[in-house]
């Protein structure tokens, strides 16, 4: 376990649309369904979701080349519509945890902080924080090594939310 100080990848997008609109679409599966995915011709499918304090999900995203993508999450904190935080893992379709498929010593527990910011009635800003948790002194290597790619999924799953959200 490291004692370093890590510094959380940050991104951060505004929205044409209400706090509590933007917040929904991170806790309601009706909306998770149509934007969490990084591309366009993607799918998403929750197959499980308890999306509250202490509560889990597990989704699977399939690719266009029909590449299936496993993923648990567990919910810390869901406070509509300020602050959502949770861990997300990659696993199998049993919501076993397993590594990286393509990078084996990614870290485990990857613990995403969202704040939702009302700029207006209809803006929100969205600042979204992303870090391993405890990590070994190999995990944070890979962390570190590839922060500047860190922005390639979720940046990308922020451009399908967007696209989303403008489509309401």
Same mark, same amino acid.
């Given at each position: 376990?490291?004692?370093?100080?890590? $510094?959380?990848?940050? $991104? =951060?997008?505004?929205?044409?649309?209400?706090? /509590?609109? =933007?917040?929904?679409? @991170?806790?309601?599966?009706?909306?998770?369904?149509?934007?969490? &995915?990084? !591309?366009?011709?993607?799918?998403?499918? &929750? =197959? *499980?979701?308890? $999306?509250?304090?202490?509560?889990?999900?597990?989704? /699977?995203?399939?690719?266009?080349? +029909?590449?299936? !993508? @496993?993923?648990?999450? /567990?919910?810390?904190?869901?406070? *509509?519509?300020? %602050?959502?935080?949770?861990?997300?893992?990659? *696993?199998?379709?049993?919501?076993? $945890?397993?590594?990286?498929?393509?990078?084996?010593? @990614?870290? %485990?527990?990857?613990?995403?902080?969202?704040? &939702?910011?009302?700029?207006?009635?209809?803006?929100?800003?969205?600042?979204?924080? @992303?870090?391993?948790?405890?990590? *070994?002194?190999?995990?944070?290597?890979?962390?570190?090594?590839?922060?500047?790619?860190?922005?390639?999924?979720? +940046?990308?799953?922020?451009?399908?939310?967007?696209?989303?959200?403008?489509?309401?």
């Amino acid at each position: 376990m490291s004692t370093s100080k890590i $510094i959380p990848s940050e $991104i =951060v997008r505004e929205f044409n649309a209400p706090r /509590k609109l =933007v917040f929904d679409a @991170w806790v309601e599966v009706r909306h998770l369904n149509n934007w969490m &995915f990084p !591309m366009p011709g993607c799918s998403c499918e &929750f =197959v *499980s979701a308890d $999306i509250r304090d202490g509560g889990s999900s597990l989704h /699977k995203v399939t690719m266009p080349n +029909g590449h299936q !993508m @496993w993923l648990y999450t /567990k919910y810390e904190v869901v406070k *509509s519509p300020e %602050k959502l935080v949770f861990l997300q893992y990659f *696993s199998n379709e049993n919501g076993d $945890i397993v590594p990286m498929p393509h990078m084996p010593n @990614w870290p %485990k527990d990857m613990l995403a902080t969202l704040w &939702f910011e009302e700029l207006s009635e209809v803006r929100t800003k969205l600042t979204f924080l @992303w870090e391993p948790r405890n990590p *070994s002194p190999e995990e944070l290597e890979v962390f570190e090594s590839s922060r500047s790619e860190h922005g390639n999924g979720w +940046g990308a799953g922020m451009e399908q939310l967007h696209r989303y959200l403008e489509s309401l």
